[in-house]
C-alpha cells in the first residue's frame, strides 16, 4: 500500500477477521505496544498484489499495519523487506504522523494468497522510519482476513 497517506488507509473498505502483533515502538506497559483488532481488510491496489491490513484507531491514535503479497504466493514461510514481500507500518499519534517500511522478517502463510482471503499463522519483522531512520521490532504476529 505504498504511498497511501493516513487518510486513505482510514478510507479502505473494512473486511472480515482479525490481526495481532506487538511492536517495540512503545513501552510494553502502553496498550499502543499492542495490535489487536478486527478492523483489517483486503484489497487490490496494484494488479496482482493482495495487500491486507489490520488497523486501530482511538481519539487521539491510529495504527496500521500492512503486507503487500503477490497474488498466488503459496503457503510456508517467505521474507519480508525490499527483496521479499514489502509492506508498512503507520503510527498516527496525536498528529504526529511517522511511516516506516519494512526491512527485513519472515511470514508463515498458512494457505495460498488469494484476492479473496489471506491467512498468517506468524509474522516478525524490523521496520525503519525514512533510509536511515529510528527502527523497531513487530512481533508475535498473526492474521486471518477476508473480503
Known amino acids: ?3 497511501l497517506t493516513v487518510a486513505e488507509i482510514k478510507a479502505l473498505p473494512a473486511g472480515s477477521g482479525n490481526l495481532f ?8 506497559s502502553d496498550d499502543r505496544s499492542t495490535i489487536d483488532t478486527a478492523d483489517v481488510g483486503i484489497i487490490n491496489i496494484d494488479a496482482g498484489i493482495v495487500s491486507v491490513f ?4 482511538k481519539t487521539v491514535y491510529f495504527t496500521s ?3 503487500d503479497i503477490p497474488e498466488g504466493t503459496k503457503s510456508g514461510t517467505h521474507s519480508l523487506g525490499p527483496l521479499g514481500i514489502k509492506g508498512a ?3 498516527d499519534d496525536a498528529g504526529s504522523e511517522e511511516l516506516y517500511r519494512i526491512e527485513s522478517g519472515t511470514l508463515t502463510l498458512t494457505s495460498d494468497a488469494t484476492p ?5 499463522s506468524h509474522f516478525e519483522c524490523t521496520v525503519r522510519m525514512g533510509s536511515a531512520g529510528k527502527t523497531h521490532r ?6 486471518d482476513i477476508a473480503s
Open 1 to 3: 500500500m505504498k504511498g
Open 21 to 28: 502483533a506487538t511492536t517495540d515502538r512503545w513501552p510494553i
Open 54 to 57: 489490520g488497523r486501530v484507531e
Open 65 to 67: 499495519f500492512s503486507l
Open 89 to 91: 507500518y503507520y503510527v
Open 116 to 120: 479473496t482471503r489471506c491467512v498468517a
Open 138 to 143: 513487530i512481533t508475535a504476529g498473526n492474521f
